[in-house]
């Protein structure tokens, strides 16, 4: 069982930066994808970016460099930082541990991300 609680959500201009961070607690988080996903009214729960025990990132195609991901294993932290924010980033933000050696998916509670002047 795997335990994610995420920060750093809130409300920013257009063109602004946030940076999101989940801690993990529960298992051995180097095993872990580690991952964040979005999800918007009405829309449904997309990738942003996910990072491997490797360190392979994956975003999605809306990212194009403006969003960074990374983990600290010591620390069980994976951090999302979000520059050039545009009001379609708008959305729950939400941290996903999967597990790279078999069953083992797990969610976050989630946190708003606002982007508006």
């Known amino acids: 069982q795997v335990q994610l609680v995420e920060s750093g959500g809130g409300l920013v201009q257009p063109g602004g930066s946030l940076r999101l961070s989940c801690v993990a607690s529960g298992s051995i988080f180097s095993v872990y994808t580690m991952g964040w996903y979005r999800q918007a009214p009405g829309k449904e729960r997309e990738l942003v970016a996910s990072?491997?025990?490797?360190?392979?990132?994956n975003s999605g195609d809306f990212v194009k460099g403006r969003f960074t991901i990374s983990r600290d294993n010591a620390k069980t932290t994976v951090s999302l930082e979000m520059n050039s924010l545009k009001p379609e980033d708008t959305a729950v933000y939400y941290c996903?541990?999967?597990?790279?050696?078999?069953?083992?998916?797990?969610w976050g509670q989630g946190t708003q991300v606002t982007v508006s002047s």
């Open positions: 990072i491997t025990s490797g360190g392979r990132i």
């Open positions: 996903n541990a999967d597990s790279e050696l078999g069953p083992g998916n797990y």
